[in-house]
């Protein structure tokens, strides 16, 4: 009997399109909207009390205001690990390491003499490799060099 009273109250035009008969209910939608609402504002409370609590006491204000730390003569403190900022001119530093890469990429030189490994300029190994190839490999067994097997029996002894 309870839904004979349901369907009193609805009109025939719903019954027939079978749309809902009632207004939706707008308590569980409001009590959402209120608990959000609620939550931010504790939240926002919270966080400035903590904010509050917190900032009262810094330990680093005790000693001096919070700053930048700068030395007087303008080299590094000494309490800091290294490496320390470089507080001078760093261009002199920059281009004298540029100036020997340059150098070592085109110049000749040993690099290990005691196994014969040698350095050569950029532009003279292109130009090699150009005239002679890159090493292809079949079956891990270089075509143009040899096996690595044969170039070891193929060194002359080092003494």
């Given at each position: 009997?309870?839904?004979?009273?349901?369907?009193?109250?609805?009109?025939?035009?719903?019954?027939?399109?079978?749309?809902?008969?009632?207004?939706?209910?707008?308590?569980?939608?409001?009590?959402?909207?209120?608990?959000?609402?609620?939550?931010?504002?504790?939240?926002?409370?919270?966080?400035?009390?903590?904010?509050?609590?917190?900032?009262k006491e810094r330990p680093m204000?005790?000693?001096?205001?919070?700053?930048?730390?700068?030395?007087?003569?303008?080299?590094?403190?000494?309490?800091?690990?290294?490496?320390?900022?470089?507080?001078?001119?760093?261009?002199?530093?920059?281009?004298?390491?540029?100036?020997r890469q340059n150098f070592e990429?085109?110049?000749?030189?040993?690099?290990?003499?005691?196994?014969?490994?040698?350095?050569?300029?950029?532009?003279?190994?292109?130009?090699?490799?150009?005239?002679?190839?890159?090493?292809?490999?079949?079956?891990?067994?270089?075509?143009?060099?040899?096996?690595?097997?044969?170039?070891?029996?193929?060194?002359?002894?080092?003494?």
């Open positions: 009997m309870p839904n004979d009273a349901l369907h009193i109250s609805v009109s025939a035009e719903s019954l027939e399109r079978k749309h809902e008969a009632r207004e939706p209910h707008l308590r569980n939608p409001v009590i959402v909207v209120a608990s959000v609402a609620f939550m931010m504002i504790f939240c926002l409370v919270a966080a400035g009390i903590l904010a509050a609590i917190f900032s204000q005790k000693t001096r205001p919070l700053g930048l730390i700068a030395a007087p003569d303008l080299h590094p403190l000494a309490r800091f690990p290294k490496p320390n900022l470089q507080i001078d001119d760093g261009h002199a530093q920059m281009s004298a390491l540029l100036a990429l085109n110049s000749y030189g040993w690099i290990d003499r005691s196994n014969g490994i040698v350095r050569i300029p950029i532009d003279r190994a292109m130009d090699l490799i150009l005239q002679r190839g890159l090493p292809t490999r079949t079956n891990g067994i270089s075509q143009t060099d040899g096996s690595p097997l044969q170039l070891i029996q193929e060194r002359p002894e080092q003494r």
